[in-house]
């Protein structure tokens, strides 16, 4: 399978992905530092992902549940968050049906 029909999707999904890590690196260390008790309910979220720990960030994100800290950047991180791992899915999918040669 060639990418060069859709050169768009190849970059787009690359560059949510690269933010996706970042912003993910950053939610880690700030409720490590800043809502030591959060990170500890969360199962101690790292790169190393366990058994559920991704489903588990992610139900934390799209349930909003990091508004209780009432934190606005923890919140901008969330959506920010919820915003690149919507687009990769919403990108990947679109790809499975779209792109010749599946």
Known sequence: MTFSHEPWL???VLVF???WLGLVAYFQRYL?????A????LGEP???IGK?????????????RHT???????????????????AVVGLYVYA????PGR
């Open 10 to 12: 190849v970059l787009s």
């Open 17 to 19: 992905t690269a933010l």
């Open 32 to 36: 490590r530092t800043r809502h030591p």
């Open 38 to 41: 959060e990170f500890v309910a």
């Open 46 to 48: 790292s790169f190393r």
């Open 52 to 64: 559920g720990q991704f489903l588990r960030i992610a139900a934390y994100i799209y349930r909003r």
């Open 68 to 86: 209780a800290l009432g934190s606005p950047r923890l919140s901008f991180i969330c959506d920010a968050m919820a915003v690149c791992l919507t």
């Open 96 to 99: 499975c049906f779209t792109l």
